[in-house]
């Protein structure tokens, strides 16, 4: 290490500042800006250090709590999904008996059609 030189460590996340001209923000970029807002950090000094006006970052912050609330709610989408196949099962098993009478009917014995005379 040199001396004099200051080290940084390397779990450090990468400071995010504001964008050169033409620049866009990145899924990263944006990421790193929303967990700074959750951890605490103003939204007027975030404001004035990026350059993004505050109804911008208040729209990532809840683009990110519905993308959250919707990841939570994963299990009730597989609870809803495995109902669905449940029943699509059971759809083909009444199917496939439906079938099998209409054959049964069809032919003689004690479920055909009789003729009236």
Avoid: N, Y
């Avoid at 967990?35 to 505050?54: D, F, K, Q």
């Avoid at 683009?63 to 999904?81: C, I, N, Q």
């Avoid at 699509?88 to 004690?110: A, K, Y």
Wanted: no cysteine.
């Amino acid at each position: 290490m040199v001396p004099g030189a200051t080290a940084t460590p390397a779990t450090a996340p990468p400071k995010v500042g504001p964008l050169a001209p033409g620049q866009r923000w990145s899924v990263a970029r944006k990421r790193e800006v929303v967990l700074r807002l959750l951890r605490g950090e103003s939204v007027e000094l975030l404001s004035l250090e990026l350059g993004v006006p505050i109804f911008k970052l208040e729209q990532w912050r809840q683009k990110a709590d519905a993308a959250l609330d919707g990841a939570l709610k994963e299990r009730e989408a597989e609870t809803a999904s495995t109902e669905l196949a449940a029943a699509m099962q059971r759809i083909g098993e009444l199917s496939m008996e439906v079938e099998l009478l209409r054959t049964r009917i069809g032919r003689p014995g004690p479920l055909a059609r009789r003729r009236s005379r």
